[in-house]
């Protein structure tokens, strides 16, 4: 009995306060509208993320990697650019954890598409490619065990990303 009552004390409470209206006078400042400015599009007019680019030169081989953080997953572009062996340019897509880099590199080289798993350590300003055994399933190639990598593949340097997207262009 005693729930039906406050029950209905409850709801008597919320339909007066719904009924409720204010009379408050709101005054507007005419001199604001000439200072507010409205973007011709739904786009974010600063981006949300920060792009950092990386590269290695080894001889006449190169590697480059750019990466941006758009609110938690890494998004961005790598390009093998070997002088005597296959080349290969393509997406990057994954996420950090800790120092850690977990990303999924879909590339084509030779005109066919694959996709291969890397990870980078983050040294200071430099990551590091992690290296160790791949399975390969269809297109796909996976670390075996990535507890087991060792992080002493490509050391890239962090370099100014001025004119960087000319690097993913293919010749």
């Known amino acids: 009995m005693k729930k039906i009552i406050l029950s209905a004390l409850v709801m008597s409470l919320t339909?007066?306060?719904?009924?409720k209206k204010t009379t408050d006078l709101v005054t507007s400042d005419d001199s604001?509208?000439?200072?507010?400015v409205?973007?011709?599009?739904?786009?974010?007019?600063?981006?949300s993320s920060l792009q950092t680019c990386y590269m290695q030169a080894t001889g006449k081989d190169s590697v480059f990697v750019s990466l941006e953080d758009?609110?938690?997953?890494?998004?961005?572009?790598?390009?093998?650019k070997n002088f005597e062996?296959?080349?290969s340019v393509g997406d990057l897509v994954g996420s950090q954890n800790g120092d850690t880099l977990k990303l999924m590199y879909t590339f084509e080289a030779?005109?066919?598409?694959?996709?291969?798993?890397?990870?980078?350590?983050?040294?200071?300003?430099?990551?590091?490619?992690?290296?160790?055994?791949?399975t390969t399933e269809g297109i796909k190639s996976k670390y075996e065990n990535?507890?087991?990598?060792?992080?002493?593949?490509?050391?890239?340097?962090?370099?100014d990303c001025t004119d960087?997207?000319?690097?993913?262009?293919?010749?």
């Open 15 to 19: 339909m007066i306060s719904c009924e």
């Open 85 to 87: 062996k296959d080349s």
């Open 110 to 134: 030779e005109g066919t598409t694959s996709e291969r798993e890397i990870y980078f350590l983050r040294k200071g300003s430099d990551i590091i490619e992690g290296i160790g055994e791949h």
């Open 32 to 36: 604001l509208d000439s200072m507010i």
């Open 146 to 159: 990535s507890a087991k990598l060792k992080y002493e593949g490509h050391i890239l340097t962090q370099v």
């Open 70 to 80: 758009n609110l938690g997953t890494i998004i961005g572009k790598m390009r093998y």
């Open 164 to 171: 960087f997207e000319k690097k993913f262009k293919t010749k």
């Open 38 to 47: 409205v973007p011709e599009t739904n786009e974010p007019i600063e981006s």
